[in-house]
Each structure stands twice: as C-alpha cells, then as structure tokens.
Nanobody
Framework: QVQLVESGGGLVQAGGSLRLSCAASGRTSSIYRMGWFRQAPGKEREFVATITWRGDLTYYADFVKGRFTISRDNAKNTVYLQMNILKPEDTAVYYC?????????????????WGQGTQVTVSS
C-alpha cells in the first residue's frame, strides 16, 4: 500500500501562485509514476500533470502548460505542483495519485492510490 498526503492548497488572487505538495509513504518502491488531477464542482476529475517516480519524464495537460510545473524530491518522497499565473477556472480540489504501472496515462482509472485532496480557490 501507498499513502499520499497533499498540502499547500488555499485561497489566492488571480495571477498569483501556489505550490502543492504530495508526500508519499508506504511501499513507495512500487510506484512508477505520480500524477496531479483536479475536480471542480459539478465536473469530472481531470488530468493536470504527471511525472515518473524517477523524475525524468513529465507530461502536462494543455491548459496548464507554461503555468504549472511538476517536480519531485527523491530524498523526501514528495511530489510538487508549482502553480503560477493562476486563473479563477483553476479553482478545484487537487488530488495527488500514484500508479505502479509503466507508461504515461492521463486517465484516473490507471492510478491505484489517491490522496484526500486539497482545495485551491482562485478569486478574480
């Protein structure tokens, strides 16, 4: 089992920045990739970004390219999502997820482990 705990959400004005963290514990040796997803009220959960556990490959949703950066700290077993130039439409609960399978995927169903989520609210 892998446990994931997100932190760093909050309220920020449009144009501002936040950094989300996701601390992984348990059988972290089984993780191949980590991902960030988000879900706004009344909408489906959508892919934001993903990174291999080794940190050598990343992939982003088109709507965050150039604004968000995913990274990881090997020593801390933590994945980050640096979010810049935030927009009101970025408001959502952000979830961290982990998957043991090789290959990149933007589909929530391919991730086995999920955190509890952290709220990000961007005011206009």
């Amino acid at each position: 089992q892998v446990q994931l705990v997100e932190s760093g959400g909050g309220l920020v004005q449009a144009g501002g920045s936040l950094r989300l963290s996701c601390a992984a514990s348990g059988r972290t040796s089984s993780i191949y990739r980590m991902g960030w997803f988000r879900q706004a009220p009344g909408k489906e959960r959508e892919f934001v970004a993903t990174i291999t556990w080794r940190g050598d490959l990343t992939y982003y949703a088109d709507f965050v390219k150039g604004r968000f950066t995913i990274s990881r700290d090997n020593a801390k077993n933590t994945v980050y999502l640096q979010m810049n130039i935030l927009k009101p439409e970025d408001t959502a609960v952000y979830y961290c997820a982990a998957a043991p399978r090789a290959g990149f995927s933007t589909t929530p169903g391919t991730y086995d482990y999920w955190g509890q989520g952290t709220q990000v609210t961007v005011s206009s």
